[in-house]
């Protein structure tokens, strides 16, 4: 199995930013992707960003892009997720979630494991 931890969640305030992390652990090394994704109050869970393990170039959301960057420390077995330029918009449960085969990084359904997600609120 593949254990996933978030942190680094918080209150913010609008233009502010903030850094996620995602600590894998267990048999990571069956899993070839890494993204986050998040769930704001009423609304579906929504694809934010992702990364490979082997490298590559990271996908992200187009409501996040340009103002965050996903990135990995394979050593540590670490995904980050800094975010830049927050609105109230932005305020959600972030899930990090791993993914054993290649494919549409955003499809929500394809990725095996879940973390138990860090609350993000940014207030205006």
């Known amino acids: 199995q593949v254990q996933l931890v978030e942190s680094g969640g918080g209150l913010v305030q609008a233009g502010g930013s903030l850094r996620l992390s995602c600590a894998a652990s267990?048999?990571?090394?069956?899993?070839?992707?890494i993204g986050w994704f998040r769930q704001a109050p009423g609304k579906e869970r929504e694809f934010v960003a992702a990364?490979?393990?082997?490298?590559?170039?990271?996908a992200y959301a187009d409501s996040v892009k340009g103002r965050s960057t996903i990135s990995r420390d394979n050593v540590k077995n670490m995904v980050y997720l800094q975010m830049n330029s927050l609105n109230p918009e932005d305020t959600a449960v972030y899930y990090c979630?791993?993914?054993?085969?290649?494919?549409?990084?955003?499809?929500?359904?394809?990725?095996?494991?879940w973390g138990q997600g860090t609350q993000v609120t940014v207030s205006s």
């Open positions: 990364i490979s393990w082997s490298g590559g170039t990271p």
């Open positions: 979630a791993a993914r054993r085969f290649a494919g549409a990084p955003d499809r929500d359904n394809e990725y095996g494991y």
């Open positions: 267990g048999r990571t090394f069956i899993t070839r992707t």
